[in-house]
């Protein structure tokens, strides 16, 4: 046996840390404040299921009102501060079905567009894929916003593209509502 051995023997071995190590407490830290913003930047109605503590709502509150940088980056530590009392697992919870549904719409968002690039670039043939694909639209007002949004895209004007987005949009949520 070495004398670090020995040491070890003699119940020194008690004195060694238990814990994470400080970098992994560091990095825990970041992610909480990362959390936090996260939180922040999510709507009330969203942040009521979790049944938060009142110095936690006030913290969350003021967070619009701080507008430097400095002081923005000290508050999200404070409300990382304030979040390590609260039930973490719904945290958690709420924000992954949040991430969740940003995902889902930004596919919808892009399947949309590329509908609309589809129907400019192809006509007919993607119309009427696309109809087929929601049977309860307008079929007489695509086909003209479509024949307006290749007019204006050949003119380089963004109007009638985006209209005809728009109109796709609600057509889309009114298929899928309804």
Not at 29 to 54: D, F, T, V
Not at 84 to 94: G, I, Q, S, T
Not at 131 to 159: F, H, M, N, W, Y
């Amino acid at each position: 046996m070495n004398d670090y051995e020995d040491d070890l023997a003699d119940g020194e071995e008690d004195s060694l840390p238990d814990g994470p190590s400080k970098s992994q407490v560091k990095r825990d830290k970041h992610a909480l404040q990362a959390l936090a913003e996260r939180m922040a930047g999510m709507p009330r109605h969203e942040l009521e299921r979790l049944n938060l503590s009142e110095p936690t709502w006030v913290a969350i509150e003021e967070t619009p009102r701080i507008k430097d940088l400095r002081a923005r980056k000290r508050h999200w530590k404070r409300i990382a501060n304030l979040l390590e009392r609260e039930d973490m697992h719904a945290v958690h919870a709420l924000v992954d079905q949040a991430e969740v549904r940003e995902h889902e719409e930004t596919a919808r968002h892009h399947a949309l567009e590329r509908w609309r690039e589809r129907m400019i670039t192809e006509g007919d043939a993607a119309v009427t894929e696309f109809i087929d694909a929601c049977p309860s639209i307008d079929r007489q007002q695509l086909r003209a916003l479509v024949r307006a949004a290749q007019k204006d895209t050949e003119r380089g004007k963004p109007d009638a593209p985006r209209k005809l987005f728009r109109f796709l949009r609600e057509a889309m949520e009114g298929d899928v509502s309804g």
